[in-house]
């Protein structure tokens, strides 16, 4: 398995940015997706975004598309969630998740590896 760890979590006001980050260690593979996942109170998991590392490929919910952009760093086993204009209704627990294979899929019971999450909060 992968081990994730998430960073970069905290507390904006409505309109505001902040980066996630998710560092990848331990066993690799020729190819994977990594993904991000959020879970409201009272809510069930939703998936927000995903980026295949070997194409590059990456995909979005319908909710954060155009404010919220999925990425790599080229020299690290590391993807960032660039979120911007940020709104209330993403506050939210924010999870990192890896699995095997080029398919960027939403659905989160096919990622094998998961983080501990970090919380994201906006003031309204």
């Known amino acids: 398995q992968v081990r994730l760890v998430e960073s970069g979590g905290g507390l904006v006001q409505a309109g505001g940015s902040l980066r996630l980050s998710c560092a990848a260690s331990?066993?690799?593979?020729?190819?994977?997706?990594m993904g991000w996942f959020r879970q409201a109170p009272g809510k069930e998991r939703e998936f927000v975004a995903a980026?295949?590392?070997?194409?590059?490929?990456?995909r979005y919910s319908d909710s954060v598309k155009g404010r919220f952009t999925i990425s790599r760093d080229g020299a690290k086993i590391t993807v960032y969630l660039q979120m911007n204009s940020l709104k209330p209704e993403d506050t939210a627990v924010y999870y990192c998740?890896?699995?095997?294979?080029?398919?960027?899929?939403?659905?989160?019971?096919?990622?094998?590896?998961w983080g501990q999450g970090t919380q994201v909060t906006v003031s309204s």
């Open positions: 998740a890896a699995r095997t294979g080029d398919d960027i899929t939403d659905v989160g019971a096919a990622y094998d590896s």
């Open positions: 980026y295949n590392w070997r194409g590059g490929l990456t």
């Open positions: 331990g066993r690799t593979y020729s190819s994977y997706s």
